[in-house]
């Protein structure tokens, strides 16, 4: 029992060596990544919570004072979202904190980069006081969510044309054949994928001898907006490419798809009703991946500014002596390096992991809306529709407007 106690300290005393060692070794540069290794261990908090915190939340009077208990699933579903608040006040925080930042030397500057062991312990405490709130609050946030996660696929949007186009200007910038037949190439295949999957939308969401003309016109919407895409891409006063079209053809479909999926299992024209298990756990997996990865994207690109690349102010190398003496110059050069523009905007930063705290809360719970003292749980539903339907229509009028803008106002830089 003495050896078990020893052990235990020793293995407590390491782990906390180890914590310190890990975020004292977190850099200027790697900060970050690091937001993004804290994001990513919310989404497995939530994961393990989902799993096994329900036997233990029953148990608490605050959260189970229903007439009756609720399903396990209103539990977990209520397990997702306390750490989901928990991790969206965090950020929140942070990106109110951080509004105004507008170079290195302000302190705030410090606090975004450094103080991470704080840092840490802050998330860890709003996180378990998540679970003492009123059911009330959980409910409000769960609502509030949903177009939350509208947002945030807004964000990945603007993140997506700003990829497409890169990678597109990348290419045609290389002025050789082969770069052009692959740029040709990969958007045949983005249109035949478009197609191919408006054709699998008719199948599993128009069944025959039901009125699904709601489900109809959107996936008609969706294909006039592809053509819409196509039009103005080839239009010659725009000149633009069709490699952007085709994969804004093919995420707009990608969204349709989503929406429809969405519907309640219930409804007639929902054809996945029947593999709803299979189809939910799929698109989890696909749409964590995509929340991850959109959030490190974002990491990396909010720190792509040329900002840094300004030209220095000191005297050009070579000069024989310092224009000031070895201390004042020293002292010089780090009042010059504090006095440097931010690179990214903190707050917006911080804000992007905000909104993905709300839409992986929903991706974890299915969309889901719980009601209330029945404990039942309803996996998808009508808002969750329109929230994605509406985000594929936002899509393509943004898409649209990078096409156009540069011609409606030729004197500004898009």
Not at 45 to 53: D, G, P, T, Y
Not at 138 to 152: D, R, V
Not at 233 to 262: D, E, F, K, N
Request: hydrophobic share 50%; with cysteine; net charge neutral.
């Amino acid at each position: 029992m003495w050896a078990a106690s020893c052990l235990a300290s020793c293995c407590a005393a390491c782990a906390c060596d180890a914590c310190r060692t890990v975020v004292s070794g977190i850099s200027r540069r790697s900060a970050r990544i690091a937001y993004c290794g804290l994001f990513a261990l919310s989404l497995i908090v939530s994961w393990i919570l989902r799993e096994v915190a329900a036997p233990l939340m029953e148990k608490m009077p605050w959260i189970n004072h229903f007439h009756s208990t609720p399903d396990r699933e209103w539990f977990e579903t209520d397990a997702v979202l306390r750490v989901s608040l928990g991790n969206f006040l965090f950020f929140t925080i942070l990106a109110i904190f951080m509004i105004g930042v507008k170079n290195q030397k302000d302190p705030r500057d410090s606090v975004h980069h450094g103080g991470w062991m704080m840092k840490v312990i802050c998330w860890c405490i709003l996180v378990i006081l998540m679970f003492f709130v009123p059911n009330g609050v959980i409910s409000f946030y769960e609502s509030s969510s949903k177009f939350g996660s509208g947002l945030f696929l807004l964000v990945q949007v603007v993140l997506l044309l700003d990829f497409i186009h890169g990678w597109n200007e990348k290419w045609v910038g290389y002025d050789e054949q082969f770069w052009y037949m692959a740029l040709l190439v990969i958007s045949l295949v983005c249109y035949v994928a478009t197609f191919s999957f408006s054709g699998l939308l008719f199948f599993l969401f128009t069944p025959s001898g039901h009125d699904c003309g709601l489900n109809t016109f959107f996936i008609v919407m969706t294909l006039i907006l592809v053509f819409m895409f196509a039009i103005v891409t080839l239009h010659p006063s725009v000149s633009g490419s069709i490699l952007p079209s085709s994969v804004i053809s093919l995420y707009c479909m990608y969204l349709c798809y989503s929406g429809l999926a969405s519907e309640p299992r219930d409804y007639e024209c929902n054809g996945l009703h029947k593999h709803s298990k299979a189809v939910s756990t799929s698109s989890l997996a696909l749409g964590l991946l995509t929340t991850v990865l959109s959030v490190v994207y974002s990491a990396v690109r909010a720190g792509s500014s040329t900002a840094m690349l300004s030209p220095p102010s000191s005297p050009r190398a070579g000069s024989g002596k310092p224009l000031l003496p070895l201390d004042k110059a020293d002292e010089y050069r780090e009042e010059k390096e504090k006095s440097k523009p931010v690179t990214y905007s903190y707050s917006f930063f911080h804000l992007i992991f905000s909104l993905a705290s709300m839409y992986s809360a929903m991706l974890l719970t299915g969309w889901s809306t719980s009601v209330g003292e029945s404990g039942k749980l309803v996996d998808v539903g009508w808002p969750s529709v329109w929230v994605r339907i509406v985000t594929g229509w936002a899509t393509a009028a943004l898409f649209i407007w990078s096409l156009v803008a540069p011609i409606i106002f030729p004197d500004r830089e898009f």
